[in-house]
């Protein structure tokens, strides 16, 4: 069973820095496809930033190109969201996502708070 554990949410001023950190356990970091999720209040949860199932290549939601970056440290099994020059749309709690390219499940982490306010 695969465990995500986010860290790094918090308050932080428009214009401002974050960097998200996800820790898996519980299968072969190297075999998950990995990706970044935002839920507002009021909105549907959608996707910030992610890598492809090919591994190499990411993509991100055109509202945070340019300021956010994803990255995942295999020795550590841990993936990353750098969130630079923060607005407060930004605001939400960030989820992430492991999916298995082995078996096709899904796992959520508990989700980790972003507030960004002056």
């Known amino acids: 069973q695969v465990q995500l554990v986010e860290s790094g949410g918090g308050l932080v001023q428009p214009g401002g820095s974050l960097r998200l950190s996800c820790a898996a356990s519980?299968?072969?970091?190297?075999?998950?496809?990995m990706s970044w999720y935002r839920q507002a209040p009021g909105k549907e949860r959608e996707l910030v930033a992610g890598?492809?199932?090919?591994?190499?290549?990411?993509n991100y939601a055109d509202s945070v190109k340019g300021r956010f970056t994803i990255s995942r440290d295999n020795v550590k099994n841990t993936v990353y969201l750098q969130m630079n020059s923060l607005k407060p749309e930004d605001t939400a709690v960030y989820y992430c996502?492991?999916?298995?390219?082995?078996?096709?499940?899904?796992?959520w982490g508990q989700g980790t708070q972003v507030t960004v306010s002056s």
């Open positions: 890598f492809t199932r090919a591994g190499g290549s990411t």
């Open positions: 996502k492991a999916e298995s390219i082995v078996t096709g499940n899904k796992y």
């Open positions: 519980g299968f072969t970091f190297s075999r998950l496809v």
